[in-house]
């Protein structure tokens, strides 16, 4: 019956390629994920600093969790396709066959990671040139962008650069994998490979840090066909790709996102009103989305561009179109809390006691911290405990890909007491350093009122209220915890045409669930503890100058 056809549910696919996972979700026109699945995918590593992926067990795990999410569902009512990936090097042939990105000549290895700090010496080359390009990426590149990687592919796998094809930023990967168009997004040029929105691709940035090879053919090896997050490419799925994903023939595919710009467009347009918040009847402008996971991303848009020294941007239309996007962010939050945690010789102990009760490690460290804080707010067990959080290198806003993790304040002490305690102290130390970020932005001219958080950390409460009262600000979380994947299906739900814009389909598929307020009694507090935390990296500089004079 044709009223039946008019009411038929619209649904939309979201694939999220996270550091060690893949995720697909089934979202509805609404925003609410109907079916999620997950699958690992594996990472190597091979000397320090090199992280490495493979093309093609990325690509199999996301035609696995795609076709566990759409089992059973009417093909017709499935309309779209997004993809959101991190922002890792895909190397490929003329062919499109995996080239090795490692001396060991393992083509099948031919990603290199976006945490992958293999390129330091190539990135000092970069910003040493002070090319114009810098401005845009707050005024030095970082060694996790695209350019310093391929100059280092250039210089020490000359095999390989000869043989390469392509270059392709992870997401846009995805989204020739399934429609066979090499189109890239304007996202991922724009935020990890120096190509502006008004201007394309700057000729004298790669002759000057000596990739003119890039020039000569016109960019086919790194893109001269750019689109926007959100619109159809080519014709949709191909024959091939609508096999391997178990989905229709030709739905429309979206131009992709970096993770976490996906996760900041599931999350930073929700409709707020009623909560009394103070972006509420504000443009979205007074919005920062967090995106937390392995790593930490900051993500402040502006209706014009605002040059934030240490902070990538500002982007044009990287992720909301017509805005310009600033994006802080910390190379180790999640991996951080994890090797602080696991590394602790009471680990094993943790292990035992939270399976025990049926808890995961972190939900029984938080509740043991509220066993021992007795009388006093649990964030000031640390009052003698200060970490500074940069074990892989500070992104945003010192830029520093040198500085060290530095822990003070321990004593002789080994069980699970300490151990919390760290946890909590290392957890803090993420949220000062966003703290950091969120200053050094609003110096330059955003004005931030409220914290909008997603991904796997904003499930830790510890994590929520530590960020609320370190910043001061609010913090909103999305009622569905996927956020990143919601963002992924608000592309497709784009692409499809069911949504004017990305605006419209943001404000109907971002929905807001808990709102956790700041503890104001506990200002000083923190405040205190902001001035322990920038006397560390103070004295972290002091030492290495000390020892420089050697």
């Known amino acids: 019956m044709p009223s039946e056809k008019q009411t038929a549910v619209k649904y939309y696919v979201g694939v999220d390629v996270g550091s060690a996972s893949v995720r697909a979700a089934l979202v509805d026109g609404s925003g609410t994920v109907v079916a ?79 945490m992958d700090h293999r390129a330091a010496s190539q990135v000092e080359r970069i910003n040493a040139t002070q090319h114009r390009v810098l401005n845009y990426v707050g005024g030095a590149m970082s060694v996790e962008m695209q350019p310093p990687k391929l100059l280092w592919i250039k210089e020490n796998l000359p095999e390989s650069w000869e043989k390469v094809g392509y270059f392709f930023d992870l997401p846009d990967f995805l989204s020739w994998k399934a429609t066979g168009v090499t189109a890239r997004s304007l996202c991922t040029v724009v935020c990890k490979w120096t190509y502006t929105s008004d201007r394309g691709w700057d000729d004298s940035f790669w002759k000057m840090i000596g990739l003119e090879d890039l020039v000569k053919d016109k960019y086919e090896k790194i893109g001269n066909h750019v689109l926007s997050p959100g619109e159809a490419v080519g014709k949709g799925l191909t024959p091939e790709a609508a096999e391997d994903l178990g989905l229709p023939e030709g739905i429309a595919v979206a131009a992709a996102l970096i993770d976490a710009h996906a996760g900041g467009l599931g999350v930073i347009g929700a409709d707020v009103k009623g909560h009394n918040l103070p972006c509420e009847n504000q443009p979205i402008t007074s919005r920062v989305a967090m995106i937390c996971g392995t790593s930490s991303c900051h993500m402040g848009v502006s209706e014009t561009p605002i040059f934030v020294p240490g902070v990538w941007g500002p982007y044009f239309s990287a992720m909301v179109p017509g805005l310009w996007l600033n994006e ?97 102290a290392t957890i803090q130390a993420i949220a000062l350093g966003t703290r950091h970020i969120l200053e050094v932005m609003q110096a330059a001219g955003h004005d931030i009122t409220t914290l909008f958080l997603c991904g796997g950390l904003s499930k830790n409460p510890l994590f929520v209220q530590m960020h609320a009262d370190i910043t001061g600000k609010p913090v909103v979380l999305s009622k569905e915890v996927e956020s990143v994947l919601v963002g992924a299906a608000i592309l497709g739900a784009c692409a499809s045409g069911d949504f004017a814009s990305i605006q419209e389909a943001m404000a109907k598929m971002g929905k807001i669930g808990r709102v956790v307020q700041p503890n104001h009694e506990h200002k000083r507090f923190y405040d205190k503890k902001y001035e322990v935390f920038l006397k560390l990296v103070e004295h972290q500089r002091e030492y290495r100058s000390i020892m420089n004079s050697l």
């Not at 094993?348 to 808890?359: G, T």
Request: aromatic fraction near 8%; charge should be negative.
């Open 328 to 424: 802080g962010g910390q190379s180790a939050t999640g991996k951080l809390i994890d090797h602080v945690v696991q590394g602790h010789v009471a680990f094993p102990e943790l292990e035992a006691k939270a399976a025990a009760s049926a808890h995961s490690i972190y939900t029984y460290l938080n509740s043991h911290l509220d066993l021992i804080k007795k009388s006093l707010p649990v964030g000031f067990l640390t009052v003698d405990l200060h970490v500074w959080p940069d074990f892989h290198g500070n992104r945003s806003p010192l830029t520093d890909l040198t500085l060290k993790g530095m822990v003070v304040g321990l004593t002789l002490s080994r069980g699970l007491d300490e151990l919390a305690l760290i946890y909590l």
């Open 36 to 114: 999620h699945a997950e699958q690992p995918i594996q990472v190597w590593e091979p000397r320090p600093d090199h992280y490495e992926q493979s093309s093609a067990d990325i690509w199999a795990a996301c035609c696995s969790v795609t076709k566990e999410v759409v089992c059973g569902v009417d093909a017709s009512q499935i309309r779209g396709l997004g993809f959101d990936a991190t922002c890792s090097l895909v190397v490929v042939d003329k062919q499109f066959q995996p080239l090795a990105v490692n001396c060991q000549g393992q083509n099948h290895r031919n990603v290199i990671m976006w």
